[in-house]
């Protein structure tokens, strides 16, 4: 499986959440944040929002107007209970488009997508959201979103992890991921790999002491990942 980290990024800093993930025959997005459109392929077979802030939705009508102008056919959108309200109530400011974008909104937390199987997870933030763990039956890939930690998204056995890492040291917070908030659930975590998202810029700067401390912890393999960057995920 080939995951493109199309943007890595938050409200204040960068290209935005954006995952691609790429099988044999199929290719979904996980988020389509802002400027995501501008490195997006366009033969997407589904879009998987975590959660409606607007740095993981905000570029989904762009995204469904360049399909339309290209000639694409209808795109799945899954996400969390709200979504098709959302989407709806976006497009009343874009009355002209609402007949010609062609999409189907799913609120479920099972399903295939091509030769993906997909399951949504339940997560912890300021609004509904979920994480998705995505599976092609040889490679699985979790997406957390962004979350507190959670023993129910780390205790997954995968071959990588992708999760947020908002926040540096020493901050509080029951929306997000801190290093000693995600340290804490170290034992229980599964993944072959994990890559970290979602840095505000606070942490950014300390990227490499986040995974010097984890890897005192325990000694996993640790990587913050760039815009753009891509990884090729096989047993």
Partial sequence: ?????????????????CIVLEGEETKIAIDVGAGSIAKLDFDLDAVLITHNHSDHNSDLIALLKARWLLGYGKLDIYG????????????????????????????TRSFRVGEF????????????????????GNVTVVVSGDTYPLEEVLSIECDLLIHEMSLPFNCKTEDHTTPESFAELLDVCKAKKVVFVHLYPMALEVKDEITRYLRKRRDLSYHVASEGETIHISK
Avoid at 82 to 103: D, I, Q
Avoid at 120 to 136: F, G, L, M, N, R
Wanted: no cysteine.
């Fill in 1 to 17: 499986m080939l995951v493109k980290f199309v943007g890595v990024g938050t409200a204040v800093k960068g290209i935005q959440s």
């Fill in 80 to 107: 969390v209970r709200g979504t098709r309200a959302f989407l709806e109530s976006a497009l009343e400011s874009y009355a002209y488009l609402r007949r010609k974008l062609k999409f189907e909104v799913h609120e």
């Fill in 117 to 136: 199987d997909v399951k949504a997870i339940p997560t912890k933030h300021s609004i509904e959201s979920q994480a998705y763990v995505v599976s092609d």
